[in-house]
């Protein structure tokens, strides 16, 4: 069976919204500026919502990205 873009795309949105908030954790407990990183996952989420909210994707993929901590 063969993926759909889209659900490739959301898949891949939600990676890298994973892989963001744990850099947030890191510059969080080094005590650094994570603003920078604070705002691309801002974007990365407004991706993904948009993308879910415009496509019919199946519903198990049809769920919110978890906000880090």
Known sequence: MEED???YRILR???EILELG???RQL???G????AAQLLIGRKRAQLEHLVKTNSVSPGLNFRARRPQ
């Open 5 to 7: 873009p889209d659900t």
């Open 22 to 24: 744990s850099a947030i």
């Open 32 to 35: 650094l500026d994570d603003a």
């Open 13 to 15: 949105l939600r990676a």
């Open 28 to 30: 969080q407990r080094a």
